[in-house]
């Protein structure tokens, strides 16, 4: 409790009951799901609420004083209330050092919940250039050769046929409706392998993201599981249908995985397309040499892959940014691309922008706008409605607690929650600007409104960045205000913004002009898996 050895003791009473629950939770021996929602919920409360120096204070005097053995339960939740990579440091060594000994469906837990952290950008910016690239990739690495080995999964090596691909097993960690953008990019990139370049093409829904908690990681990582969707059947989506392998086991096993290398086995594709990162299932094969391997990343930066070619989710280079240590294997298997989008349907239909009646729409589109709309963001919106008289933020996408922040927000009345909207299109029809907080995701979010004639404002980094390029971008929080104060005070200056942005999808975000080049980099896969081994 506050007070105990080392733990500092704020005079504030509200500090005092976070950091008394805090170490209540970190001494318990009982958990339920229940349980450890709390637990989540109380350190996300800290980290809102408490002011750095003291987070750091308290982790300080945990870390040299843990009042429990369990080090991913410590250290994750020390990472929560700092964002220091060292605790992550701490538990990917810790799971290194025994990996013979550590479960599987652990590491296999442990690593994507690290990940979603990684990827939410709760890490200090600090250690986080060579983390990824460095600390990250060689535990799943390890990870990956571990599974091979403990659980005997090591698919033999077929030789290229001759001639062209003919046979493309397009393999998803998640796959769960046309809802969610990742599942409509992997239908859309697999039909149009199938209908405009007349290949036979299998998604393969492997489903290996959590879908149990399997430690006291916190936060916890469960995601969604579409139990319908389970064996060989026709899936159809937007008018188009492909054929699905769809495992929809619980359980991180290697009954599981074997089932889902057997079927991938007995369909015998000429290349397997890994859909997105830490899939695990097409870095089996990459690892054997059983298969060429080509890796599609969903999203910019360091993708985990043992692929035989690596994609760009952009034309730049990322690789050139990373620490000259740890660049080689990410280097060599580097290959510009873009990622491309296709838009969803649109019935044409003018969106319900909210309660607001003001003249001018800011909008805000996600799926974790929870997580992503933080205190800083809220301040930042603030700041850009002072400067725009009558104009509103409206925000897209599911919440839970986000409403109840928006209430109490300075410009509260002028913050409008939608919820899901179904017509994303429709919705950015009714908009002046898309305002994008500082986040790793929502590349769709930004190819959507380049489509419809949206001026988009975006710090550099991550996808929405990414995709809506150079000229979309401000350097920090006065040219954000700046950018977009001048988009909803300038008629001519939006039109112009509006063109350019329509006329960028047309030459790089749309799918239509990647798919050629996929197939181009599947044929160049085919090539090094036929030469002599080179190192991963």
Known sequence: MAGQVGIPTPSDPAARALIDGLMDHLAARDFDADRI????????????????????????????????????????VLFQLTGDLYHYERILHYLLFGIDAVAPELLHYTYWCL????????????????????????????????L????????????PKAGPIRRVAVVTNQFTGDQHQPTRDAFDVAARLQDEHGLDVAIINANLMPLRIENLFIPPMVVELVERYEGVFAMEMFGRRVKMASFTGRAFERAKLAAIVGE?????????????GSNIVCDLFALARARPVLCLPTSSGPTMALADILLGFDEHDYTADLPALYRAPFARRFRPFSFGYTLPPSDGAAADAGAGDGPFTFAVVGTRLDEEVDDAFLSLLDAVLDRCPGAVVTFAGPVRSLPGRLAVARHGGRLHSLGHVADIRAFYRRCGALLNPPRQGGGASAAYALAEGLPVVTFAGGDVGSVAGAGAHVADRAAYVERAAALFGDPQRRAEQ???????????????????????????????????????
């Not at 987070?55 to 053995?69: C, E, L, Q, S, T």
């Not at 991938?264 to 997105?276: K, S, T, W």
């Not at 996929?518 to 190192?535: I, N």
């Open 148 to 159: 091979a080995r403990r659980w005997s999964l090591v698919p033999p090596r077929h030789a």
């Open 37 to 76: 929602a709390r637990f989540a919920e109380l350190c996300e409360r800290m980290r809102r609420e408490l002011d750095l120096d003291t987070r750091i204070a308290v982790a300080d005097a945990v870390r040299r004083n843990p009042p429990v053995g369990d080090t991913i339960r410590v250290h994750s």
């Open 498 to 536: 509006a063109a350019a942005g329509r006329a960028r999808y047309d030459a790089v975000i749309d799918r239509r002009r990647s798919i050629g080049r996929l197939l181009h980099y599947a044929e160049e896969a085919r090539a090094l898996f036929a030469a002599p081994e080179t190192p991963r």
């Open 115 to 146: 990940q979603r952290q990684l990827f939410l950008g709760r890490a200090a910016p600090e250690k986080a250039a060579a983390f990824g690239p460095c600390d990250l990739f060689r535990f799943y690495d390890a990870m990956v050769r571990a």
């Open 264 to 276: 991938i086995e007995g369909y015998d594709p000429d290349v397997l397309l890994a859909f997105g």
